[in-house]
């Protein structure tokens, strides 16, 4: 059980609204939440198991707005979850029983990962993959979907990218589709991971629910944000922050 002064509680709330802005303008709101939450004194694989309550919510509200907008293929977005099923079950099972002080040092170096990628944009994978197009290579979605599920069962942090990479490059889908897609994906594999973690006693609810409400209220004014063009100021100062997070994780200072 972990108990929090009302100081505390304000900061967690404001933890995911900042998550929920950066989720929407540039993603990796995860690689904030953890290392607060961790640095608060929750245990890492509790923090790993509380971050997914935030995400189970945003990412519901996500689908219904999507839905709204009549983007949204919830057929689509349960076959591909089920490929990541397989994946997912087997990195949430790995992450209740991985070590607190091992756990610290993979996210650490996640961090510094998800650093490099805010300098990353769509052209870059397009680069790297040679474009949109699946043509040919669309079998290779699958076999990625299980990887994707294992990581995002496992630690969840940028998880969003790799599966808009897979899909936007294996589908040959719109990024607008590719969006909705990944939010079903993320709504529906965090169902079973929450199940695990929640076995495990690794979920602390209260917490989760205060980061969850700032999530939902930090996603609207990232979409409002991004419309004015903010989006490269949120990377910069996201870049900072995560980057000072991950070397203090390792014991740099």
């Known amino acids: 059980m972990y108990e929090y002064d009302l100081l505390s509680l304000i900061l967690l709330f404001f933890t ?11 993603g990796g709101g995860s690689s904030i939440v953890l290392p607060v939450l961790i640095f608060l004194g929750i245990d890492p694989t509790v923090a790993n198991g509380t971050n997914r309550v935030a995400i189970l919510f945003q ?25 990541t099923l397989p994946g997912v079950l087997v990195g949430a ?25 805010f300098f990353l944009n769509v052209d870059s994978f397009r680069n ?11 079998w290779i979605l699958y076999p ?10 496992f630690i969840q942090v940028g998880v969003g990218l790799f ?6 490059h294996l589908m040959g889908a719109s990024l607008a589709r590719v969006n909705a897609h990944k939010v079903i994906v993320v ?8 199940i695990i973690f929640f076995l495990s006693g690794n979920i602390s609810w209260f917490i989760g629910i205060c980061l969850a409400a700032g999530n939902s209220i930090g996603g609207w004014f990232g979409a409002t944000f991004s419309v004015r ?11 900072i922050a995560v980057g000072l997070m991950a070397f203090k994780l390792l014991g740099v200072f």
């Open 144 to 153: 990625a979907l299980v990887l994707i599920g294992f990581y995002g069962g």
């Open 59 to 83: 990412n519901f509200f996500a689908t219904l707005s999507f839905r709204k907008e009549g983007i949204a293929d919830v057929k689509t977005g349960i076959k591909l979850a089920a490929f």
């Open 187 to 194: 709504l529906l594999y965090t169902i079973p991971v929450i």
């Open 229 to 239: 063009g903010g989006e490269k100021y949120i990377r910069v100062a996201l870049v």
């Open 163 to 168: 599966i808009m990479a897979a899909l936007y």
């Open 93 to 117: 099972f790995a992450a209740v029983r991985v070590g607190d002080e091992l756990f610290e040092k993979i996210l650490a170096v996640v961090l510094i990962f998800v650093c490099v990628s």
């Open 128 to 138: 790297l993959l040679g474009g949109r197009n699946g043509s040919g290579r669309g």
């Open 16 to 26: 995911g609204v900042l998550a929920g802005v950066i989720n929407v303008m540039a």
